[in-house]
């Protein structure tokens, strides 16, 4: 498995845009799809969007599709997640994850996730 830490989350006022980056160590990082959950406070993790581990295939949850993009560097270990027009229910920790199977399901739910980072806080004011 890998091993993940997130960056990039911050304050940001509604309408901006941020780019989350997940920085991957350890092996076979280019041989799992990845993707980022979100988990606002009182809320259960729900997942954002997923990018198989070729980079072809991206889904996106229907609450963040047309303002963000998931991409991935394989050959610097690297996952990003580039959001625009922020909204306030935006606000949450941002994770990401990997599957848990190499060569496994290009978008899998939190609890089939193999790896996870720890946290990148997202803020968005009014």
């Known amino acids: 498995q890998v091993q993940l830490v997130e960056s990039g989350g911050g304050l940001v006022q509604a309408g901006g845009s941020l780019r989350l980056s997940c920085a991957a160590s350890g092996r076979n990082f280019d041989k799992y799809a990845m993707a980022w959950f979100r988990q606002a406070p009182g809320k259960e993790r729900e997942f954002v969007a997923a990018?198989?581990?070729?980079?072809?295939?991206?889904y996106y949850a229907d609450f963040v599709k047309g303002r963000s993009t998931i991409s991935r560097d394989n050959a610097e270990n690297m996952l990003y997640l580039q959001m625009h027009n922020l909204k306030p229910e935006d606000t949450a920790v941002y994770y990401c994850?990997?599957?848990?199977?190499?060569?496994?399901?290009?978008?899998?739910?939190?609890?089939?996730?193999?790896?996870w980072g720890q946290g990148t806080q997202v803020t968005v004011s009014p």
């Open positions: 994850a990997s599957e848990s199977s190499k060569f496994g399901s290009d978008v899998f739910r939190a609890s089939d996730a193999g790896s």
């Open positions: 990018i198989s581990w070729t980079a072809v295939s991206t």
